[in-house]
């Protein structure tokens, strides 16, 4: 009567033990890790991994991709073996493998998009921007009488971070031609008519200004900008389609900390003269200015969470690369060593060694693509990790450019955040969507 449940407590046993065999043994390990899914660029070959001491029949259209220098739509592999998938053209296609030619074995889906290199930054820029209209960064009290005071910017239901576009029906984004249409709009009683963009929407509104008894001068109520500047790193430079990227990350007004919406802007030469050390709860920076007698590098025409992209004639001096190289999809990323280019004094650009301590999976932009730490000595002792005016530093690993430095951690300076490059090639117009990649499959 106790034989039965010792016998199914012996075939539960040998059964985990089994499983946990599986599970460890190499073969199985490597076809869990492979993905369903791969994008290759066109021209560069990829190996994959099987290890699995079996032949297979593969099949796949050889007009997009060859298997092992075949030419054939079908062909043998032996999963033993490295298997190297060379890409042809754009498209997509499936690499199906049977095992003896019948029994469904995997199916991977390739895509390939055309090849694309860029030539790695790390340059110091000086960044000027002015905004597609006049930023509201605050508001103002206007002393009305002896005892009164109002905004009229806060009664018109203007908030922190709005965009005034327009006023009276034309386009404007220079703060010294606010005062005049002031002016003229509190002696003739008639309200001025703002357009106003806020986030993604936009409506209108009227303002009233009101006479400062003070100042003897009609005020909005207001405080207001129509620019910026700063520096930064430039990320990358794209010879073939004359764009660059640089920063990693959206640039924000100093007050609101919402992005500004560019109109236009320039990147300039710029030289760091000194390092303000970061330490644990205060990142430092780096103090640089422009070159006067440098010319203009290039134009801003987008800011994006993933930094600034523009127009660029040349590449700029000091390069410490001048041939492009392999840029790296965001699958292709892994924990270990990797190094990132940057200034830390004059225009120099240096090279120094950094660990990827995570990677982040992402299908779609987001920021925070990596954790990154600094283990390069010499970095260390002249920066104390990341510094403000680092962001846009170029990381490169196994020969490909992979990213860029975002942001610090104020607790802890040598480590921070970086993107992935895919995300700003693709805000640079110079990297193909899937969908896009898709519909050029013929």
Known sequence: MNRKPKVRRSFGILLVLFMCLAVTS????????????????????????????VHAQGTLDPSVAAVNGSTRSTFPVNLNEPVSIQPKRSGETELRLKLFGKIPFKTVKLQVVPDLKVVPG???????????????????LVQTGPNTRQSPGEDAKLKLGDLIVAINGKPLNDVSKVASLADEAGKSGVPLQL????????????????????????????????????VGTLTFYAPDQGVYGALGHVITDMDTQTPISVGSGQILQSNVLSISKSQSGEPGEKRATFIKEGKTLGNVERNTPFGIFGRMNRLPE??????????????????????????????????????????????????????IR?????????????????????????????????????????????????????????????????????
């Open 26 to 53: 190499a073969p199985l390990r490597h076809y869990a890790a492979f993905p369903n899914e791969l994008r290759l660029f066109q021209g560069q070959a990829k190996d994959l991994h099987f290890a699995m001491p």
């Open 122 to 140: 790390g340059q110091t820029i000086g960044v000027k921007v002015k905004s597609a209209g006049i930023m509201v960064v605050g508001h103002h």
């Open 195 to 230: 357009d106003v963009r806020r986030g993604k929407m936009t409506f209108k509104t009227k303002l009233s200004p009101a006479f400062d008894q003070e100042d003897q001068a009609w005020r909005l109520g207001l405080y207001i900008r129509d620019s910026a500047a700063g």
């Open 318 to 371: 000091h390069a410490l690369h001048q041939d492009p190289v392999p840029v790296a999809f965001s699958e292709e990323v892994e924990e270990g060593p990797a190094e990132i280019l940057t200034v830390v004094n004059g225009q120099k650009v240096e090279r120094f060694n950094i660990q990827i301590v995570h990677v982040s999976k992402q299908t779609s932009p987001a920021t925070k693509g990596m954790v």
């Open 374 to 442: 600094i283990t390069d000595p010499k970095l260390l002792e002249r920066t104390g990790g990341i510094v403000q005016g680092m962001s846009g530093s170029p990381i490169l690993q196994n020969g490909k450019l992979v990213g860029a430095v975002t942001h610090v951690f104020v607790n802890d300076p040598t480590s921070g955040y970086g993107c992935f490059i895919e995300w700003m090639l693709q805000d640079a117009g110079i990297m193909l969507k899937p969908e896009e990649a898709t519909s050029k499959a013929v």
